[in-house]
Structure formats: structure tokens, C-alpha cells
């Protein structure tokens, strides 16, 4: 029929992880590139954010290897989800928000995200989840009572030409 919409098009939660996947296509970061969409409870887009190296630091002076000491990348980057986080305008517009991100947050950014009061993460990858951060994150993040989830919407393929 000519009236009806078409059935095709992406949910909510595939679209906002959608956002998060390209955010991620920003990031400079040679071997993780991680991006993070912060929505409220009327789908609306708050933030976005995607690992990086703070404002106004060169990234061609700063290492972006696993390397040791201050030849590590982990010693400077900042997260997606902090940036998300520090990218919005207002904080106070977080309370109750929903957190999409490409990859499982560590326990310094599941501080933040218990601080400014995200109530739930839904997350694309969980592959460093043995790690010792992940796991603090898993459990600072039961005790504060925000809901976390693995993604589970349509795959997608996000290509720019």
C-alpha cells in the first residue's frame, strides 16, 4: 500500500549505537578506536565522544603505543565515554541517560558515568573484560545500581568514502 511507512528502518537502539560506531571512526588511536553516544529517556542525543587525546595536545608528539612508562598511549588518552561525558553542554542533562559505547567502559569511566548519574550502558564489545579495571568497572557499577547490557540490535556496517 502507498500509505504505509517502510518496515526497514533502524531502531532506536541500533541507531544510537549506529552514532556510537561512527564517533569511534574519529579516533586516531592505531589499534582501539572506541566511540560513546549519551541519549536521554526521550531519544534524544545528549553527547557524543570518542577516545582521544585531550584538547589541544599534539597527537603526532604523544605515543600511541602499548609501550612502558610514559612511552604508554594509556597514559594519555582520553575515553569516549569521558569525553561524552565533558562534551555536554549541561552535566545535569545526564541524570537518568542511557550510554552507548563500541567498547565495555573501564572503572575510571564507570566513576564518571556513576557520577553524573547514567542509569544504563549498553555496550558493542566486552573483549578486555579479564582485565582488572573491567572487572572494578562491572562491580562499582552493580553497587551504584546502573543497568549494563551487551548490544544486542542489527549489526552494522558503517563505510565512509
Keep these: 500500500m502507498e500509505n504505509e511507512h517502510r518496515k526497514d528502518y533502524l531502531s532506536w537502539e541500533s541507531y544510537f549505537m549506529g552514532i556510537a560506531q561512527l564517533s569511534a571512526l574519529r579516533s586516531k588511536d592505531p589499534s582501539t578506536q572506541v566511540g ?9 542525543v545528549v553527547s557524543i565522544g570518542y577516545n582521544g587525546m585531550p584538547r589541544g595536545v599534539d597527537d ?15 597514559l594519555y588518552v582520553c575515553h569516549a565515554e569521558f569525553n ?17 559505547v563500541t567498547l565495555f567502559p573501564c572503572n575510571e569511566c ?12 549498553v555496550y558493542l564489545s566486552d573483549s578486555h573484560s579479564e582485565g582488572i579495571e573491567f ?10 545500581g546502573v543497568k549494563v547490557r551487551p548490544y544486542h540490535g542489527q549489526e552494522l556496517t558503517i563505510t565512509v568514502k
Design 84 to 100: 561524552a561525558i565533558l562534551n555536554t553542554r549541561d552535566g545535569s542533562r545526564l541524570n537518568g541517560c542511557t550510554l552507548y
Design 36 to 44: 560513546a553516544c549519551i541519549v536521554d529517556t526521550e531519544h534524544k
Design 110 to 121: 564507570a566513576k564518571a558515568i556513576i557520577q553524573v548519574g547514567i542509569k544504563e550502558i
Design 60 to 74: 603526532d608528539i604523544i605515543p600511541w603505543g602499548h609501550g612502558e612508562g610514559l612511552e604508554s598511549k594509556y
Design 135 to 144: 572487572q572494578a568497572s562491572r562491580k562499582l557499577l552493580a553497587m551504584a
